[in-house]
């Protein structure tokens, strides 16, 4: 599959190696989203790559002076007693700058706990050092903790550290070569993860993806979550728990503690884990501070994950009796409900992109409370603009709409009711699926409109 996107990141790895003087680069983030493509669509022929295993350290330091002897011969003629020996003999023998790129190096740091700080005395001692350092892992919390605690041996040495996350919507279109419609949806099950494009492309339907690559008790996603947890937890039980208990509709913290039965205390430290990690995330209404409020709901963060956790999870006992075409229909007959969702999230993530009617607005949130009129009211959209002089107010349909003028029409009548909207100039802007009418002017959204923006 064609490499999608990752232009800056490129850019800023290749100015680091282009320097004469030795440089540390980090790389991190979850399995799949391309961090292994992405090195090696930087580094030389002359550079080295190697993929770290589960094994024995001696064994890890013959396999990577294996690689390096790849590219300078002999390399590997020496059997090195310490990470130390390899890393001076390395620096005594190469003649040019090279790029030595360890990928997974929490496999390295398990088996040999002391690496890290082998590796800053060499930053730190070797002045005139030879070789650039990429290393790269899918434990997101063991790579923070070797890099970016305060107490960690190569805290502030490396020279870029980047976290690679999934891949905006805007791209699934052009990967998986469809419509802007289809993409929504194939957006709403896949999420942005590059690999998982990769396998829906092997299938000649959406429908057929989805059965043979997830539901299917022998499909390659069909225990994704666990192995994703695996490299940053100990155990995966809880982490699974919680989000089985939100993919099931438990949105409130005492609601999932309840269902848990366990005390909202306890739950605290694992869901700011989920946060932290991309798979949990908690909304407040428009105008309240994350950390304050207590209305927050929590819902799944992103789309794989969602969709596992309200399809798969919710069903595994029907699938382990191979009952997938079953557990299908039962997706398919709430699809639109479940697509709709995501065209949420996705419309209130475009709106700060790029200006609505030449007006650059901050980021969007859902709303819901009384109105002037203290009747409950829910707002799909609200976003303020950064001069703070107007107020876009938007509301999002997973459906054709014929003639918008009457949706926008009542949804300029509900934001007039806003407990927030005095004094700001109304923006009203729907997002539908389809229209037989499109104004052009900014005040109707489609799906291409809404995935152009998220091409980022």
Not at 101 to 110: A, G, N, S
Not at 237 to 263: D, F, H, M, P, W
Not at 277 to 288: D, H, I, N, S, T
Not at 322 to 348: D, G, H
């Amino acid at each position: 599959m064609k490499f999608f996107n990752r232009e800056k990141e490129i850019s800023r790895i290749s100015k680091a190696l282009q320097s004469d003087v030795a440089k540390l680069i980090v790389l991190y983030g979850r399995r799949r989203c391309g961090k292994s493509t992405l090195i090696k669509n930087v580094i030389s022929s002359k550079d080295v790559y190697f993929m770290a295993q589960q094994t024995d350290e001696s064994i890890q330091r013959f396999q990577l002076a294996d690689s390096i002897a790849d590219k300078i011969a002999g390399f590997n003629s020496v059997a090195y007693p310490s990470w130390e020996s390899l890393f001076v003999n390395l620096n005594n023998i190469v003649n040019e700058t090279i790029t030595i790129c360890i990928d997974e190096f929490p496999y390295l740091v398990k088996s040999a706990p002391g690496l890290p700080s082998v590796i800053q005395n060499i930053i730190d001692n070797t002045p005139g050092r030879k070789y650039h350092l990429i290393l790269c892992g899918s434990s997101q919390q063991m790579m923070k903790g070797l890099l970016l605690n305060s107490s960690a041996p190569l805290y502030g040495r490396a020279n870029e550290v980047l976290k690679i996350t999934p891949l905006e919507a805007g791209w699934i279109e052009e990967a998986l070569l469809c419509n802007a419609v289809q993409a929504v949806a194939e957006y709403s099950v896949w999420g942005g993860v590059p690999r998982y494009w990769e396998l829906r492309k092997e299938e000649t339907t959406f429908a057929l993806a989805v059965k043979n690559i997830i539901l299917d008790k022998y499909g390659i996603l069909h225990e994704e979550p666990i192995r994703l947890f695996l490299d940053d937890m100990r155990e995966s039980t809880q982490a699974y728990s919680i989000l089985s208990v939100v993919g099931n509709g438990s949105n409130r913290l005492s609601e999932i503690a309840s269902r848990l039965n366990k005390s909202a205390n306890e739950l605290s430290r694992p869901i700011e884990n989920l946060i932290q990690l991309g798979y949990l995330k908690r909304e407040v209404p428009f105008g309240e501070q994350l950390k304050n409020s207590k209305r927050g709901l929590y819902r799944i963060a992103d789309p794989f994950m969602n969709f596992y956790f309200t399809y798969v999870s919710a069903n595994l006992s029907r699938l382990e009796l191979n009952l997938t075409e079953q557990v299908f229909n039962t997706f398919e007959s709430k699809a639109s409900l479940f697509i709709s969702s995501e065209w949420e999230n996705l419309c209130r993530r475009c709106v700060p992109m790029q200006p609505i009617n030449k007006i650059n607005f901050d980021i969007a949130y859902r709303w819901w409370g009384s109105n002037t009129n203290r009747e409950p009211m829910e707002i799909d959209v609200v976003a303020e603009s950064t001069d703070k002089n107007f107020l876009l107010v938007g509301e999002c349909k997973w459906s054709k709409i014929a003639d918008t003028s009457k949706l926008l029409e009542d949804l300029t009548q509900k934001a007039r009711l806003l407990p927030f909207a005095q004094n700001k100039t109304i923006i009203p802007v729907i997002f539908i699926k389809e229209t037989g009418f499109h104004d052009g002017n900014g005040t109707v959204l489609l799906p291409s409109d809404v995935l152009k923006r998220l091409k980022v």
